[in-house]
C-alpha cells in the first residue's frame, strides 16, 4: 500500500519531485501507521475512553440495568458520605494500602539483601520465592488461606501453642485484616526480584570506600543502599499501592461475597461489584469507581512530585 | 594474597612467626566465612519453609480424607488416597472438571495469540512508523497502564449485555486482539526500540513495505518478549476471576476459576478434602508453566517490572 503511494508520488511534476516526494512518503508513513495502530485505536475508543466517558455520565445518574438512566446530579457522590458501607469499604482498604504495601516491601526488600550475594543456591531461592506471586492472587490460594485461618485450622493450632485464646482468624472481625496483609506479604517474591536486579547495579566500589571511612552496616544502608534503590523502591511502591487498592479475589473467596465479618473484608472493589452487579445500582457502582481513579490518580501524581526530592537516578548530580 | 603468600615460603630467612600468623589469619577467614555460609543457608531456608509452607500443605491436603485435614498441621498424609481427585473431577452439577479445565484452557490460548497478534502490531507503529499523533497515542496508552478497570467495567458490561454477549467468551477475548492490556504493547515497544535502525533502512532500500518489514524482520527478532508476553497472558488469564465472574453463568461456560467458587459455595464446609483437591487441579497448569519456564519468567519480572 505505501509503496504504491510511492510510486505514483515519483512520477508526477518531475521538478518539484524531491519535495512532493517526501509528502507523500510522509502521507503513507501516517496512514501505514494508523493501519498498523488501527486494533489499539479500536480497543483504546470501545473498551478504555468509551467507558470511562459512559461510566463518568452514569456517576451522575440512577440506572439499574433494566430502565433508563436518570439523571441525579452529585447525589451518588453525596451519598458516599453518608453510607456507612461506604465509608467502611475506604477504612478497610487505606488500612489494607498503608500496612500491607511496607510490610509487603520491607520483607521484599530484607530478603532481597539477604539473597543478593554470590553463593550457590542463589537463582533456586529466588524462583521459590517468587512463586508465590504467580498463584498468590489465584482462587485457589484464597481457598486455602481460608483452610487454613478457620476455626481449628492450623494457624489457630499454631496460636494457641503461644498462648493465644482459641479462635479462627476467618470469623473474627478484628482478625481478617491481619489474615488479608499476610496473604499480600506471602506474595513479597515480585518486588524482591526488582529489588535484587536493583542491589546488583550498586557498585561494590561505594561499599568499600564507606567501609574505609570507618561506616558501619546500618550507615551503609542508609547511605548507599537505599539512596542507590531509590528509583526501584519508588517503582515498587508506586505500583505496588496501586495494585493494593485493586484488590478482589481473595476478599471474595475467603468472605464469600459478601465483605464478611461484619463488613471486616469489605473491600473498595468488592464492594463496588456488590453495589453494581449485585444490587445493580450501576450509577452509584459507576461514581464508586470515579472516586478510585482520581484517588489513583492524585496518589500517582503525588509520588512523582515528591520523587524528585527522594528519587535519586544515577548520573545525576544533585 | 596466595602469591606473596607463597612468595613468602619460598624465602628461607623469612620470620617464621609472621607466617604462622599469616596461616591463622586464612584460617580464621576461611572459619568465619564457613559460619557466615551457613547462617545465610540457615535463614534462608527459614523463609523458604514459610514460603512452601501453604502451597504444600494444600497439595498433601489434597491426599487426606476430609477429617483429617483442618487443624493438622502434619503435612505427611496418614491415609493417603486419591478419594478427593475422583471426587474433584466429578465437576459440579453434572457438568464435568475437564469442561472448566477446557474452558480455561481455551481462554488462556486464544488469550496468548490474541495479545501476541495485537500487541507487536501495535508496538511496531509506536516504535517504528513515524505519523503525527504518535506521542499523544504513546502517552494515552501509558496512562492506561495504572488506570483501575473498574472505570471501565459497567459500561462495558451494558454493552456486552446489550449485544447479547453475556455467557460467551467474547467479552473476555475482545480485549486480548485489541491490544487493551498495555503492559505487553510497553514490553515490545521497549524491545523493538533496541533492534538497530538499520534493519529496517536497508529493507526500505530494497522496496520492502512496512508489513513485511514487520513480518519478516521484526517478528523473527521478538521472540524474547514474545516468550515473555505468552507466559504471562496465559497465566493471567488462567487466574483470571473478575471477568469470568461477570460475564459466564452458564455451568457449561464456567472457567476453572468460577467453577471452583461455586464448588467452594456448594460443597459443605466439611468436605475440605475435595476442595482441596480442585484448587490443586487449577493451578496445575501454572505450576507447570513456572517449573518450565521459570529463568525466563523472574528474569522478565526483573528487566520489566512485570507483575506476578
Do not use: C
Not at chain 1, 81 to 93: A, C, H, I, N
Not at chain 1, 301 to 318: A, L
Amino acid at each position: 500500500m505505501s509503496l504504491t503511494a510511492e510510486a505514483t508520488g515519483n512520477r508526477t511534476a518531475p521538478p518539484t519531485k524531491g519535495s512532493q516526494a517526501r509528502r507523500s512518503r510522509r502521507a503513507a508513513e501516517t496512514r501505514a501507521g494508523y493501519a498498523f495502530l488501527t486494533p489499539w485505536l479500536l480497543g483504546f475508543l470501545l473498551l478504555t475512553a468509551g467507558p470511562m466517558l459512559a461510566s463518568l455520565y452514569l456517576a451522575f445518574t440512577n440506572y439499574n440495568l433494566f430502565s433508563a438512566p436518570e439523571w441525579i446530579g452529585f447525589d451518588n457522590f453525596t451519598r458516599m458520605f453518608s453510607d456507612p458501607q461506604y465509608l467502611q469499604s475506604v477504612k478497610v482498604t487505606s488500612i489494607y494500602v498503608l500496612v500491607g504495601t511496607p510490610i509487603k516491601l520491607a520483607a521484599a526488600l530484607a530478603v532481597a539483601m539477604l539473597l543478593n550475594t554470590k553463593r550457590r543456591g542463589q537463582g533456586a531461592y529466588r524462583s521459590i520465592f517468587y512463586a508465590p506471586s504467580l498463584i498468590g492472587a489465584s482462587v485457589s490460594i484464597a481457598i486455602v488461606w481460608k483452610a487454613m485461618f478457620i476455626d481449628d485450622g492450623v494457624v489457630d493450632q499454631i496460636g494457641q501453642v503461644f498462648g493465644r485464646e482459641p479462635g479462627g482468624w476467618v470469623g473474627n472481625p478484628s482478625m481478617t485484616m491481619p489474615m488479608m496483609v499476610l496473604l499480600t506479604v506471602w506474595q513479597f517474591g515480585a518486588p524482591m526480584v526488582i529489588f535484587l536486579a536493583g542491589l546488583k547495579q550498586v557498585p561494590n566500589e561505594l561499599y568499600e570506600a564507606a567501609e574505609m571511612d570507618g561506616a558501619g552496616s546500618v550507615r551503609k544502608f542508609l547511605r548507599i543502599t537505599l539512596p542507590m534503590l531509590s528509583p526501584v523502591l519508588f517503582f515498587n511502591l508506586l505500583l505496588e499501592t496501586i495494585h493494593s487498592f485493586q484488590i478482589f479475589g481473595s476478599a471474595f473467596i475467603i468472605s464469600g461475597g459478601t465483605g464478611g465479618p461484619a463488613g471486616s473484608t469489605l473491600f473498595y472493589t468488592l464492594y463496588l461489584y456488590r453495589r453494581g452487579f449485585v444490587d445493580f445500582q450501576m450509577g452509584y457502582a459507576a461514581a464508586m469507581a470515579w472516586v478510585l481513579v482520581l484517588v489513583v490518580g492524585i496518589i500517582t501524581f503525588i509520588f512523582f512530585k515528591t520523587s524528585k526530592s527522594w528519587v535519586h537516578y544515577s548520573g545525576e548530580t544533585k | 594474597m596466595t602469591s606473596v603468600l607463597q612468595k613468602h615460603v619460598a624465602t628461607p630467612d623469612d620470620r617464621p612467626d609472621d607466617l604462622d600468623r599469616s596461616a591463622e589469619l586464612r584460617r580464621e577467614a576461611r572459619k568465619k566465612s564457613l559460619v557466615k555460609a551457613t547462617i545465610f543457608h540457615v535463614l534462608v531456608l527459614a523463609v523458604a519453609a514459610v514460603i512452601l509452607y501453604p502451597a504444600l500443605w494444600m497439595l498433601m491436603s489434597s491426599l487426606k480424607p476430609s477429617n483429617e485435614i483442618v487443624g493438622n498441621i502434619s503435612l505427611i498424609p496418614e491415609n493417603a488416597s486419591f478419594a478427593n481427585f475422583t471426587k474433584a473431577l466429578g465437576g459440579i452439577g453434572g457438568v464435568s472438571f475437564w469442561t472448566f479445565f477446557g474452558n480455561s484452557l481455551f481462554l488462556a490460548v486464544m488469550s496468548v495469540i490474541g495479545v501476541i497478534l495485537s500487541a507487536t502490531i501495535t508496538a511496531y507503529a509506536f516504535a517504528r512508523i513515524e505519523f503525527p499523533g504518535r506521542k499523544v497515542w504513546f502517552s494515552l496508552m501509558i496512562a492506561t497502564l495504572l488506570l483501575p478497570f473498574h472505570v471501565v467495567i459497567i459500561p462495558q458490561y451494558i454493552m456486552f449485555n446489550e449485544l447479547g454477549l453475556v455467557n460467551t467468551f467474547v467479552p473476555l477475548l475482545i480485549g486480548k486482539f485489541l491490544a487493551a492490556e498495555a503492559f505487553f504493547v510497553f514490553l515490545m515497544v521497549q524491545f523493538m526500540r533496541n533492534l538497530p535502525r538499520e534493519l529496517d533502512e536497508a529493507a526500505r532500500i530494497d522496496g520492502a513495505g512496512h508489513v513485511r518489514i514487520f513480518r519478516s524482520i521484526m517478528l523473527p527478532l521478538m521472540k524474547p518478549p514474545v516468550m515473555t508476553a505468552s507466559i504471562f497472558a496465559f497465566i493471567w488469564s488462567w487466574n483470571d476471576f473478575f471477568g469470568p465472574l461477570l460475564y459466564l453463568k452458564k455451568p457449561d461456560l464456567f472457567s476453572l476459576p468460577v467453577a471452583l467458587r461455586i464448588y467452594v459455595d456448594q460443597t459443605t464446609t466439611s468436605d475440605y478434602g475435595a476442595q482441596m483437591a480442585m484448587a490443586v487441579l487449577a493451578l496445575v497448569p501454572v505450576l507447570l508453566f513456572f517449573i518450565i519456564f521459570q529463568r525466563f519468567i523472574v528474569e522478565g519480572v526483573s528487566t520489566q517490572g512485570l507483575k506476578g
